[in-house]
């Protein structure tokens, strides 16, 4: 499902978090959006989500705008996880998972078999099905992180849009995340995703979205977008680029600028 902002300005208190931002999102493809502290990711995922007030433009889902959809049709569509959250009832996390089969069931439903093999999926994809009967508030950060990653799954949604998925998560769940987002693309879904790694958004993101103050500094394949020219402005440090196996594979090395001498 094609996903697409507009010309969109969004203002957080008297500040212009997103200052005309124009971007396609393609089904097919795993999206990765990087910039700096500040930079508006997570303002542009909360409006491509239909979570943030625009100020003008639009966002729109096969041409048809965001906000003309009522809640429980856009979750159908778009599943969506939120940077942080905390849980607010001790839920078991099988429960918790299930919440996210809630678009697609009648007000007064019983679970189905098909909602039931869409969260024991999930949980086997993130690694938490031994996880099932424990209660949400009992889990580390990490283990908490998986579930809510599931929850998000288990929706099926033609889209996905991710912010900071990786937070809490050791080498290991990360990698494993990265390849679920990108199989959930090959699969022809639409994968948004912000990302702080910039060796792991190379490796994995088919196309990335450089944000900067607001405006987006470049977009395209992550090879044309992570040059030393764009990541030094971008994050005010000094980049090196490191080229192994021939110009696909990249390692980029970050250093303050302080310590360039």
């Known amino acids: 499902m094609r996903l697409e902002a507009e010309n969109i300005i969004v203002e957080l208190g ?20 990087i910039g700096a502290n500040g930079a508006g ?39 969506y996880l939120a940077q ?25 439903s019983p679970e189905t078999e098909a909602d039931r093999a869409a969260v024991d999926a999930a949980l086997r994809g993130v690694d938490a099905a031994g996880l099932a009967a424990r ?9 908490l992180q998986r579930v809510l990653i599931a929850r998000t799954l288990a929706a099926q949604t033609p889209v996905l849009l991710l912010d900071e998925p990786f937070a809490n998560l050791d080498v290991r769940h990360c990698l494993d995340i990265l390849e679920i987002l990108r199989a959930q693309a090959r699969e022809g879904r639409t994968v948004v995703v912000s990302v702080h790694d910039l060796n792991l958004a190379h490796r994995f993101c088919d196309h990335l979205l450089l944000l900067y103050e607001g405006e987006i500094l470049a977009q395209g394949d ?12 971008a994050f005010q440090v000094h980049a090196e680029i490191l080229t192994v196996n021939g110009k696909d594979e990249r390692y980029f090395i970050l250093r303050a600028l302080e310590e360039r001498e």
Do not use: C, W
């Open 222 to 233: 992550a090879s044309d977008v992570l040059t030393r020219r764009l990541i030094e402005k």
């Open 84 to 108: 942080k959250q905390e849980p607010a009832f001790p839920f078991r996390v099988d429960e918790t998972v299930m919440m996210g089969r809630y678009p697609h069931q009648g007000r007064l």
């Open 41 to 79: 990711k997570t303002t542009l995922l909360r409006a491509l989500a239909g979570l943030a007030p625009l100020q003008s433009g639009r966002i729109s889902l096969e041409g048809e705008p965001v906000d003309s959809f009522d809640r429980k049709e856009t979750a159908r569509r778009v599943g």
């Open 135 to 143: 209660a949400i508030n009992e889990l580390s950060g990490g283990e």
């Open 14 to 33: 008297e500040r212009e978090a997103l200052k005309g931002v124009s971007a396609s999102f393609q089904p097919g493809a795993f999206t990765g959006v």
